[in-house]
């Protein structure tokens, strides 16, 4: 008995001084210490030893359990103290290795769209807004675009099926012209009834057009107008204005240049290009950037300002085109895939 003993005691101590980690400290435990581990099955042996050996071997079994316990409680002692193997350690002091932090930023059209707002609001320009989900008459009708005009037809533009509109049927607005409308009609009201202040506005903002994807066509995108109303507007203000801006917005070595055009809501009308470095590393180059013109008298009728007494001149240009332009960004999918690594870039 006392032999089995020794041997009992001589294994656990060789198994304890092999457990070298947490998880094998506590499988040995269980084995040995455990509910029902080897000690606890010796000490139930005691009760089939003979009478008159149970003193000693139950002295001796205490003794056994005490050594073996408080070997146990050294071996985890020193196990706590021990540092970890140099491949688990962990240096706090060195730099992370995601050196740069991944930091959100706001989207590339964004950043332009206020660069661009930041710029008219220099020039004494506020910010107005419309819906995007507009009618027929401020989308064309209140604009002149007259029922016949192509622009108007089913297949150039999203319209909202809604038969008890019928008169007016809902669609999502095609351009931001439809903000001029909305922010005349606001100041006649304002005025109870007619326009008794100067109106100078942009409206940025995302139109709609069922245009089939490329490289330059989106069936969304965003614009920028401009609309300027007051006594006398000519269309001198109106290059001077569009000059100034390509000057602060591109630099002062900007140009700007009118082009005789076509458009319902204006008379006259023209294209206007800018000759602009977009990138610091190219030179200057005429880019075509949108539309422009005098507002058309049956625009301001339609809105119910007074031809006769105000004046006013009117552009819209594409931020895509911008922003491509200054970041070099040959696909217009690009702006809109959302693909981490590409807005990471810019
Ligand atoms: N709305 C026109 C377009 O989307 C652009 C435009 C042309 C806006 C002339 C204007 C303007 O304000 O006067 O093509």
Redesign the pocket.
């Known amino acids: 008995m006392f032999q089995d003993l020794d041997q009992l005691h001589a294994a656990a101590m060789a198994d304890l001084s092999a457990a070298h980690s947490a998880e094998s400290l506590e499988a040995w435990r269980i084995a040995y210490l455990g509910a029902s581990g080897k000690i606890k099955a010796a000490l139930a042996g005691l009760k089939d030893v003979p009478k008159q050996d149970k003193p000693a071997v139950g002295a001796r079994l205490n003794t056994l359990r005490q050594s073996v316990e408080a070997a146990f409680e050294e071996r985890k002692a020193a196990l706590a103290s021990t540092p970890a193997p140099a491949a688990q350690r962990v240096d706090v002091t060195e730099p992370g290795i995601i050196s740069a932090q991944a930091v959100g930023r706001r989207h590339v059209i964004s950043r332009v769209r206020e660069e661009l707002v930041e710029v008219f609001a220099r020039m004494g320009f506020s910010v107005a807004e419309g819906p995007e989900l507009e009618d027929d008459a401020h989308n064309f009708i209140k604009l002149n675009i007259p029922p016949e005009h192509p622009a108007r037809d089913p297949l150039d533009n999203f319209y909202v099926d809604d038969p008890a509109r019928a008169a007016s049927p809902r669609m999502m607005r095609s ?1 931001t ?1 439809t903000a ?1 409308i909305r922010v005349m009609e606001a100041a006649v009201q304002r005025g109870g009834g007619r326009l008794r202040e100067s109106i100078k506005v942009v409206a940025p903002g995302r139109v709609y057009r069922p245009d089939t994807v490329d490289a330059t066509h989106s069936f969304m995108f965003h ?1 920028i ?1 401009g609309l300027y109303v007051d006594r006398a507007v000519t269309m001198a203000d109106l290059k001077s204005t569009l000059l100034h801006f390509a000057r602060a917005y591109f630099g002062p070595e900007a140009q700007v240049r009118l082009r005789p055009s076509f ?1 319902p ?2 008379e006259p ?1 023209a294209e206007f290009d800018m000759k602009i470095s977009l990138r610091p590393d190219q030179p200057p180059r005429w880019i075509e950037l ?4 005098m507002v058309d008298p049956a625009v301001f009728e339609a809105c119910g300002v007074d031809p006769e007494e105000w004046s006013g001149f ?3 240009f594409g931020i895509e085109r911008i922003a491509m332009g200054k970041y070099a960004i040959p696909d217009i999918r690009l702006l809109f895939e959302n693909d981490i690594r590409f807005l990471g870039q810019i």
């Open positions: 351009q012209s001029q614009q107008e458009f809501f204006t009308s949108g539309g422009c013109g009117a552009f819209g």
